[in-house]
């Protein structure tokens, strides 16, 4: 697999659905991850990047959650003030993977696009790759 080490990454998890966060840090756990916070929605997500001024190395977000659902989470971090904020790596997780919704968000600005359920390979492989590259340039989606 790829030699990124991922034990010194400081994670943020945001998912309204506590099993998933669950099942996440596990896997982030399993994969030598040692630094994760989680939260139930973007407002709490929002609110955890003020908190840490923006210390994330990567933010592993839902799509689909109530409140501030994850493309709002994107849109609000990537229109923050502090330029910390605006460039942490958002990687999304969605038990939907129809193109529209991928569309939407990669124009938002994301790194990176995760489909439940989420396996260790898949979320590795993602999350690596998320770490080492630019947004997804969105002209370059399949329509």
């Known amino acids: 697999?790829?030699?990124?080490?991922?034990?010194?990454?400081?994670?943020?998890?945001?998912?309204?659905?506590?099993?998933?966060?669950?099942?996440?840090?596990?896997?982030?756990s399993d994969l030598g991850v040692k630094s994760?916070?989680?939260?139930?929605?973007?407002?709490?997500g929002l609110e955890a990047v003020r908190r840490s001024r923006g210390e994330f190395d990567?933010?592993?977000?839902?799509?689909?959650?109530?409140?501030?659902?994850?493309?709002?989470?994107?849109?609000?971090?990537?229109q923050s003030p502090n330029p910390k904020h605006k460039d942490i790596p958002v990687l999304i997780v969605s038990?939907?993977?129809?193109?529209?919704?991928?569309?939407?968000?990669?124009?938002?600005g994301i790194h990176g696009f995760?489909?439940?359920p989420i396996s260790r390979q898949s979320l590795e492989?993602?999350?690596?790759?998320?770490?080492?590259s630019p947004p997804i340039d969105p002209t370059r989606l399949k329509k």
Not at 125 to 132: I, P
């Open 1 to 28: 697999m790829n030699s990124t080490d991922l034990s010194t990454l400081k994670i943020l998890v945001i998912d309204n659905e506590a099993h998933m966060r669950t099942l996440i840090i596990r896997v982030l």
């Open 36 to 44: 994760v916070m989680e939260a139930e929605d973007g407002n709490f």
């Open 58 to 78: 990567i933010i592993i977000c839902d799509l689909d959650m109530p409140e501030l659902d994850g493309f709002g989470f994107v849109k609000a971090l990537r």
């Open 95 to 108: 038990g939907h993977g129809d193109m529209a919704n991928i569309q939407e968000v990669v124009k938002a």
């Open 114 to 116: 995760v489909t439940k």
């Open 125 to 132: 492989l993602r999350l690596t790759a998320a770490l080492n």
